[in-house]
C-alpha cells in the first residue's frame, strides 16, 4: 500500500474552508487504496479538535492514529519521564500537557519550559523566560513556523517568534516537536515504515521534512510565501488536487 503525507494548514484548508476540489482529491485517493497521513504543526489544538474538523470538512471518518501533531510527539517523548512543566502557550496546550505530565505555573520549579503559541505575546514573560534559559533551565518548543496563512491572504504571527527571539538572545538552537525536526521525523519513521510522498505548503517544513523521509515531495502554492529556495521540492503544483492527479497518473 501506497502511503502519502500531507500538511494541513494552507495545503487541505485555510482557517475553517477546504481548499477547492480537496475533498475530490481526497476521495479519489481512498478509492486508489492510499493510505492518507495528516500532519501539521498546529499545537495549539490537541489532536481530537483536529481530527474532528478533518471529519466535518471531508466529511469521512478519519483514524486518530493517522493524524500527526507536535502533541502527539511530544505526549511520546514524556512518557515515563517526571517532568515539572512551565507552559507558555495556549489554554488547550495546557490542558493536554496537564492530562500527562505535571504542569507549574512557577517557572522557579520547572524541570522543562514549554514555549506554544499565544494569540496575544507577553513580553513580560518572555523575558523571564530568558532570564531562566540565560542560567541554564532546559527550553523546548512546539515548533517553529513563524507564520501560518489566514483566510484574507494575511499571515498571523506564530509559534516561532518567540522561540526565535530566544534563540537569539541566549545564543542556543531550541528542539521542537514539529516538523522538520528530528522528533516528529522519528515519530513518522517509526510509526509508518516508509512515506512515499509528502505534499506540503512550506518548504522549510513540509518539504525538508518530506525529503529527509526519502518521500517524493510536492509543494502547492495555495497559501504561504516561501522564504527559502523552492527547488529542493521534487515537483511543484499550485494546490493539492493538482498533485493527486499527478500521483495517481504517475506512480
Ligand atoms: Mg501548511
Redesign the pocket.
Known amino acids: 500500500m501506497q502511503i502519502l503525507a500531507t500538511?494541513?494548514?494552507?495545503?487541505i484548508y485555510i482557517e475553517d474552508k477546504l481548499i477547492d476540489n480537496v475533498q475530490e482529491s481526497h476521495n479519489y485517493l481512498l478509492n486508489k487504496k492510499i493510505k492518507i497521513i495528516y500532519t501539521?504543526?498546529n499545537s495549539s489544538q490537541n489532536p481530537i479538535r483536529i481530527q474532528q474538523k478533518l471529519e466535518n470538512l471531508l466529511e469521512t471518518e478519519i483514524d486518530i492514529d493517522s493524524v500527526v501533531t507536535p502533541l502527539k510527539v511530544l505526549n511520546e517523548y514524556l512518557h515515563n519521564k517526571k517532568f515539572n512543566i512551565f507552559i507558555y502557550g495556549s489554554q488547550e496546550l495546557t490542558d493536554y500537557v496537564s492530562a500527562i505530565s505535571k504542569v507549574t505555573t512557577n517557572i522557579n520549579d520547572a524541570d522543562l519550559i514549554l514555549i506554544g503559541r499565544k494569540e496575544k505575546n507577553d513580553q513580560k514573560n518572555v523575558s523571564e523566560i530568558i532570564d531562566f534559559v540565560n542560567r541554564g533551565k532546559k527550553i523546548m518548543g512546539m515548533n517553529k513556523d513563524l507564520t501560518?496563512?489566514t483566510y484574507d491572504n494575511k499571515e498571523k504571527i506564530g509559534n516561532g517568534v518567540v522561540i526565535k527571539t530566544i534563540e537569539d538572545e541566549v545564543g542556543i538552537n531550541i528542539q521542537t516537536f514539529g516538523k522538520p525536526d528530528n522528533k516528529y521525523f522519528n515519530y513518522l519513521n517509526n510509526k509508518f515504515k516508509r512515506i512515499d510522498f509528502m505534499i506540503?505548503?512550506?518548504v522549510d517544513?513540509?518539504i525538508v521534512l518530506g525529503n529527509n523521509l526519502n518521500a517524493k515531495t510536492f509543494l502547492v502554492n495555495s497559501?504561504?510565501k516561501n522564504h527559502m529556495k523552492n527547488n529542493i521540492a521534487d515537483y511543484k503544483f499550485d494546490n493539492f488536487s493538482e498533485c493527486v492527479s499527478f500521483i495517481l497518473k504517475n506512480f
Open positions: 500538511d494541513l494548514d494552507g495545503t501539521t504543526n501560518f496563512p506540503g505548503d512550506r517544513t513540509d497559501s504561504v
